[in-house]
């Protein structure tokens, strides 16, 4: 079992639709949450950044953590086409704070 | 200008041949990361440097070397590259906090024929 599952999908939804993305782990030492946007061809950005349980909200991202049920996700509302890109679940433990990614899940979002 | 730079931005090189790849960084970040990106493998981490002098082994080392010349430069070689070694690689920084994130360059496609 990888340290990090997450769904490669395709996720396909139409415009304006609520998307959920997720992420389960197995390491209980994880204790930061991150999660990344990449376009195609270009490199992951940041999106939402988390250490603790519960709820982060920035705009129509929410990003959640169930740190008991080792579960993460992330809500986008409202989707729109631009959002139509990978999102890769990454997680980090304390020391060096190397992050583990998930291997992304695709998103299409279509008008 | 971009962060963090990557050249070659695309490479296409032939089995046995030596190829580098560089990264460079106007962040100031003490951390660099090299990471190669396959189809449904996600990023997986080759080497990382915390500083000029540490030089550190990530998961999937093997078949490549690095080199930190300097705080703001970070190179990935493959010493006689292979066909497997095709993929995406990616570049990240990072400064030192614990709530610190990576940022990534923009990547090179290198295809090993």
């Known amino acids: 079992q990888k340290e990090v599952e997450q769904d490669p999908g395709p996720l396909s939804v139409p415009e304006g639709a609520i998307v959920s993305l997720n992420c389960t782990y197995s390491?209980?030492?994880?204790?930061?949450f991150m999660w990344y946007r990449q376009y195609s061809r270009k490199g992951p950005e940041l999106l939402m950044y988390?250490?603790?349980?519960g709820n982060k909200e920035d705009g129509r991202f929410t990003a959640q953590v169930d740190k008991s049920s080792k579960y993460i996700s992330l809500f986008i509302r409202d989707s729109q086409p631009s959002d139509s890109a990978t999102y890769l679940c990454?997680?980090?433990?304390?020391?060096?704070?190397?992050?583990?990614f998930g291997r992304g899940t695709s998103l299409i979002v279509h008008p | 200008d971009a962060d963090v730079t990557q050249t070659p931005r695309n490479r296409i090189t032939k089995t046995g041949k030596r190829i580098m790849l560089e990264c460079s960084q106007t962040?100031?970040?003490?951390?660099m990361y090299w990471y190669r990106q396959d189809p449904g493998l996600g990023l997986r981490l080759i080497y990382y440097?915390?500083?000029?002098?540490?030089?550190n082994k990530g998961e999937i080392s093997d078949g490549y070397s690095v080199s930190r010349q300097a705080q703001a430069k970070f190179s990935l070689s493959l010493e006689s590259a292979i066909p497997n070694q095709t993929a995406l690689y990616f570049c990240?920084?990072?400064?030192?906090?614990?709530?610190?994130?990576?940022?990534f360059g923009p990547g090179t496609r290198l295809t090993v024929l």
């Open positions: 390491n209980s030492a994880f204790q930061y």
């Open positions: 440097s915390f500083d000029v002098k540490d030089i």
């Open positions: 990240a920084t990072r400064a030192h906090g614990p709530t610190d994130t990576q940022y």
């Open positions: 988390t250490y603790s349980s």
């Open positions: 962040k100031g970040h003490d951390r």
């Open positions: 990454a997680l980090a433990s304390g020391g060096s704070y190397i992050p583990t």
